[in-house]
């Protein structure tokens, strides 16, 4: 079993993207530590920056099993204390300060070519970033660095307006790839007469999709022309900066620019959060109650408890997270896909989170299972 620890709540960036903006900080308890201590992997990550909690040091000399800590590389003399005895350290990189106030590019250089081949940088994509990841790539690999690409998981609509993925799945968008606006028009015009060539030829392009076992949104789809063009060029990005990783001989863990509601599988499987406090979750998105803007809408993700390291074993949280584990081996069976249900737009159920299989607690818009966002574990 591997955990995700949440060492504290304080950070010293202010990024925009970020959902946790607390009016308070606090610090895990060495007894949630020493509970969590023998785990197999222990990724040292939450909502805050790990290296700001003043036992860090202590509390990887408690911990048994291989470390893996997430920083944002604005810490100086913590960093050099810690990396040495942590099996992996993952670096936030970027150039742009804008929307990760207190970033300086110059001291994540210096964390990189300290831990060289140790570390695993993690770059997240927005349009205002994306013409720079082959640049990026090139100092990660120079230093020896694997890296990671996530896109950004945007929490308001404003962000939402520099993502560079669409989230319908890409065997749909191929499909209809020549269909425009008149054709639409036309096919509701005959629907209206109850025949029509434009009528035949829009059921049968449904059937053709549905026997593959995709639902689909033509509508969306169309009038996303610009998001999916946009889609397509920052793969053609992501491939060159796949080749100059490839030169330097380190690994690029690509991020996906459009979803595929078959292929979904959860990251966090065999793998839970715990929170500062001690609250443990199945998942970082699940951790807190936040605010999502995905598929064209806002949406409310609550928190999702399953147990409490401040009263419960180590063993009574693995129980209580089993239910929700068994659903999540078999996303595609388990969760629909919103971003390619013709309702999505306007429906209540995904703007709660809950979904029309039943489920209240959904991961049917989760990025993560569908690798357009991925996560440090």
Not at 106 to 121: M, R, Y
Request: charged letters at 30%.
């Amino acid at each position: 079993m591997k955990i995700q620890l949440e060492v504290t709540t304080s950070c010293n960036l202010d990024c925009e993207y970020c959902f946790r903006k607390r009016d308070g900080f606090s610090d895990v308890s060495r007894e949630i530590v020493e509970k969590i201590a023998d785990a197999e992997e222990v990724v040292l990550y939450g909502y805050g920056e790990p290296l700001l909690n003043p036992l860090l040091r202590d509390y990887l000399e408690i911990i048994n099993g291989k470390t893996l800590i997430s920083t944002n590389g604005m810490v100086n003399g913590a960093f050099d204390e810690v990396f040495e005895m942590a099996d992996r350290i993952a670096i936030s990189l970027d150039f742009d300060a804008r929307h990760r106030k207190g970033l300086v590019f110059e001291k994540l250089k210096e964390k990189l070519d300290v831990a060289g081949e140790k570390a695993i940088t993690q770059i997240v994509i927005t349009s205002d970033n994306i013409k720079f990841l082959p640049e990026l790539v090139r100092i990660s690999a120079e230093s020896g660095a694997d890296v990671q690409l996530t896109n950004v998981v945007a929490g308001d609509e404003i962000m939402y307006s520099k993502v560079l993925y669409f989230e319908g799945s890409r065997f749909n968008v191929d499909m209809i790839s020549d269909i425009d606006e008149r054709f639409i028009l036309a096919a509701i015009k005959d629907w209206s007469r109850g025949r029509g060539r434009f009528k035949e030829a829009y059921q049968k392009l449904i059937r053709r999709i549905y026997s593959q076992g995709y639902s689909v949104n033509i509508p969306y789809i169309v009038e996303s022309r610009d998001r999916i063009e946009r889609a397509r060029e920052a793969e053609k990005i992501v491939e060159e900066s796949h080749d100059i990783a490839k030169d330097y001989g380190v690994d690029l863990e690509r991020a996906e620019f459009f979803g595929d509601s078959k292929t979904r599988e959860c990251p966090y499987e065999d793998m839970m959060f715990v929170r500062v406090d001690g609250k443990v979750s199945s998942c970082m998105s699940f951790a807190y109650t936040h605010h999502e803007f995905v598929n064209a809408h806002h949406k409310t993700v609550n928190e999702f408890i399953i147990s409490n390291l401040k009263t419960d074993s180590i063993d009574d949280a693995l129980e209580s997270k089993a239910e929700f584990e068994r659903l999540r081996k078999s996303m595609d069976d388990s969760f629909p896909w919103c971003a390619d249900c013709p309702y999505v737009s306007g429906c209540w159920y995904a703007k709660q989170n809950i979904d029309c299989y039943a489920n209240r607690i959904s991961c049917s818009e989760c990025l993560y299972s569908s690798k357009i966002a991925r996560c440090v574990v």
